[in-house]
C-alpha cells in the first residue's frame, strides 16, 4: 500500500537554528497538508496546497514558518529560526482530489533546546 | 470554545469490554465526520468516515453521527489489547480549493484495554 514518506523521522536543533522537513506524498494525490502536533492535542493544520497552490495558510506563523510544493508533488516545510515552543510532531498528509479522506505520514518529531 | 470538543481521558477498559469515544462540535458546516487511530510515534491513519446522522459499521467498529444535536460516537466492540491507541474525531468542510477539504480534529482520547 503507498505511503505518505516523511524525513528525517527525528531532529534535534539548538533555538535561533533553521530546519527543514520533507514530505513525498502518495503519488497522484493533489492536495498536501502539514499539521502540527502537540503532544497530547490533536493535529493542528498549518498549510494546505492543492497541487502547486497554497489554499489555505492561515494558520502558518509566516514570519519564521515557510512552505512550498514547488512542482506539485513534494513538499518541504522549514522554520527559521526554530524556537522552544516549536518542539511538536509535524505530519504531512495527502489526499486525492474530492476526497475527503487523509493519508498521513508518520511524522517528523522536532526537539528544540 | 473549539470547534471541537473531545475528552482526552485517559481511558482504561478490560479485554472484551465495548468501549465508547464521543466528540461534540459547534461548526454547522462540518460535513463530513472521521474517526482515525493513532499509536505512539505513528501517524494518525482513517478508521472511518461518515456523511449522513445513523450509524456505520465496519468489524467491531460502528460510528454514529447525530447532527441536529452536532454529536459523535465510536463504539468499540470486544476491544483487544491491539485496540490501544489514542483516538481522534475529525471532521472535514469543503476548502477554498477545487475539490478539497480542510479537517478539524479533537484532541483524540487514549485508550488502554487491559488483557
Known amino acids: 500500500e503507498a505511503e505518505v514518506a516523511q524525513s528525517p523521522r527525528y531532529k534535534i536543533t539548538e533555538k535561533s537554528q533553521a530546519v527543514a522537513f520533507w514530505c513525498d506524498p502518495i503519488?497522484?494525490?493533489?492536495?498536501l497538508y502539514w499539521y502540527r502536533q502537540i503532544l497530547g492535542q490533536g493535529p493542528e493544520l498549518l498549510v494546505q496546497f492543492q497541487d502547486e497552490s497554497v489554499v489555505d495558510d492561515s494558520q502558518l506563523p509566516k514570519d519564521r514558518f515557510s512552505a512550498e510544493r514547488l512542482k506539485g508533488v513534494d513538499s518541504t516545510l522549514k522554520i527559521q529560526p526554530a524556537e522552544l515552543g516549536d518542539s511538536a510532531m509535524y505530519l504531512c498528509a495527502s489526499s486525492p482530489r474530492r476526497s475527503e479522506g487523509l493519508h498521513f505520514g508518520n511524522g517528523t518529531r522536532l526537539t528544540v533546546t | 470554545q473549539k470547534e471541537v470538543e473531545q475528552d482526552p481521558g485517559p481511558l482504561s477498559v478490560p479485554e472484551g469490554a465495548i468501549v465508547s469515544l464521543n466528540c461534540t462540535y459547534s461548526n454547522s458546516a462540518f460535513q463530513y465526520f472521521m474517526w482515525y487511530r493513532q499509536y505512539s510515534r505513528k501517524g494518525p491513519e482513517l478508521l472511518m468516515y461518515t456523511y449522513s446522522s445513523g450509524n456505520k459499521e465496519d468489524g467491531r467498529f460502528t460510528a454514529q453521527v447525530d447532527k441536529s444535536s452536532k454529536y459523535i460516537s465510536l463504539f468499540i466492540r470486544d476491544s483487544q489489547p491491539s485496540d490501544s491507541a489514542t483516538y481522534l474525531c475529525a471532521m472535514s468542510q469543503p476548502s477554498s480549493g477545487a475539490g478539497s477539504y480542510q479537517l478539524t480534529f479533537g484532541k483524540g482520547t487514549k485508550l488502554s484495554v487491559i488483557p
Open positions: 503519488s497522484g494525490h493533489a492536495t
